[in-house]
């Protein structure tokens, strides 16, 4: 049961009026969405989603791993030839053969990726920061000269010495590069420590600055925000969250959040979430929650008796996001929590009046459905609870019938 009230145009409580800097989506769906474990698009399906998020005005496309091979190259080349008015990038290694298979795809940028945390350089490369800071110099210098523009991908810098990803900020400019990101690989900042980090680095370098958050903690909306405020120029996001282990920022929560919280404008058309989020979901098999933020199917469901009543007086009574935003509508159902007035509207929009005093007993009925059925009655089985207080109605006023006074 869709439900529509009114509402006065107001600003939205705590956005500024005076305009703030736009930030940039560089979706990376189609590589570290691609990375969750068991997901693989065809051709098809990632050709599909380029085309609605380029759509839908998402500026940049992280569109795969060139040094996967021929098939992986063969559909970045397609994405590439669709002519989308979307950046491409590609994820590569900081390795000359990463490098060299990036070439003829159509790209505009490698994101060239380094471990940074002494951590990773030790156990993972067997190096350390001076072979970095070199070897990261080198790398830049030969990516520009096939005509790429280079963001700097710093894996674990959640890890890594700030000192040090200042430096590498300095080396990556210095060489020609245009961005850095700061890779949160396993998901264990929060936003309080990630604010002071971004706000070092902006202070230090006038490289674009991107921010790739895991959601391992549960944190990957929120480190992504505290890296726009303190400094970020681009976000990392991937439809749904999607992506390794417990997935990435979601593509949805940080357009939303960034409007609507923060003043932030992305350009990217909000109301075409639920289409893309759909399609993710079928073409990667991962099924999102009823209750999923922003996209999910349930966050515009309302049962609780109180919120009804409110919802129906005025939306602004419990409402922090607005479905419209979506292309979307509230939605009341009944069940175990409902009141009177939702009860009376659903009899209503079936073109039945219940009397005020069959409510309760009707609600009971409700109630007992949807605890022992786990669902929302259907309207055959509505009307079939009235029809059945109508009939003990009947019966008891034909065994009582109302008695005569004398005169």
């Not at 070439?103 to 920061?129: E, N, T, Y």
């Not at 933020?293 to 419990?318: P, Q």
């Not at 073109?351 to 005020?356: D, H, L, R, S, T």
Request: a negative charge; glycine letters at 8%.
């Amino acid at each position: 049961m869709n439900t529509e009230t009114s509402e006065p145009e107001t600003s939205k409580p705590g956005v500024a009026d005076t305009a703030k800097p736009s930030v940039v989506i560089d979706d990376t769906t189609l590589r570290d969405g691609e990375q969750s474990a068991g997901v693989a698009f065809s051709a098809e399906e990632k050709l599909e989603i380029a085309r609605q998020l380029s759509q839908m005005g998402v500026p940049e496309l992280e569109i795969g791993i060139p040094a996967m091979g021929d098939e992986e190259r063969d559909v970045m080349r397609a994405i590439a030839g669709l002519k989308l008015p979307t950046r491409l990038l590609a994820w590569c290694r900081m390795f000359d053969h990463d490098l060299q298979a990036a070439r003829g795809l159509g790209i505009q940028m490698v994101d060239l990726s380094l471990p940074v945390s002494d951590q990773q350089l030790q156990f993972k490369l067997g190096k350390d920061r001076h072979w970095a800071l070199e070897h990261s110099a080198r790398m830049i210098c030969d990516a520009r000269t096939l005509g790429f523009e280079v963001c700097v991908g710093m894996e674990d810098a959640s890890r890594a010495d700030p000192d040090f990803l200042i430096q590498l900020a300095d080396v990556a400019s210095e060489a020609g590069a245009c961005r850095v990101r700061f890779a949160d690989t396993v998901g264990i900042m929060e936003p309080f420590r990630l604010l002071g980090i971004f706000q070092q680095l902006r202070a230090a370098t006038d490289l674009e600055l991107e921010m790739h958050a895991h959601d391992d903690y549960g944190l990957a909306t929120a480190n992504t925000l505290a890296a726009v405020q303190g400094g970020a120029t681009h976000i990392n996001t991937t439809v749904n969250g999607l992506g390794e282990r417990a997935g990435n920022a979601p593509l949805e929560e940080c357009v939303l959040a960034l409007k609507n919280l923060h003043g932030i404008e992305t350009g990217v058309d909000t109301r075409s979430m639920s289409r893309i989020s759909e399609l993710v979901e079928q073409a990667s098999g991962r099924q999102i929650s009823w209750n999923k933020s922003i996209v999910g199917a349930g966050v515009f469901t309302h049962e609780a008796g109180i919120h009804v009543d409110g919802l129906l007086k005025d939306r602004r009574n419990y409402q922090g996001l607005d479905p419209h935003e979506l292309g979307r509508e509230h939605n009341l159902v009944l069940g175990k929590h409902s009141g009177t007035h939702a009860l009376m509207l659903a009899y209503r929009a079936m073109g039945i009046e219940p009397q005020k005093w069959q409510l309760p007993a009707l609600l009971q009925q409700v109630r007992t459905l949807v605890t022992e059925r786990k669902r929302a009655p259907s309207n055959a089985e509505l009307a079939s609870f009235f029809h059945t207080i109508n009939r003990l109605s009947a019966v008891e006023s034909s065994l009582c019938p109302p008695q005569r006074l004398n005169a």
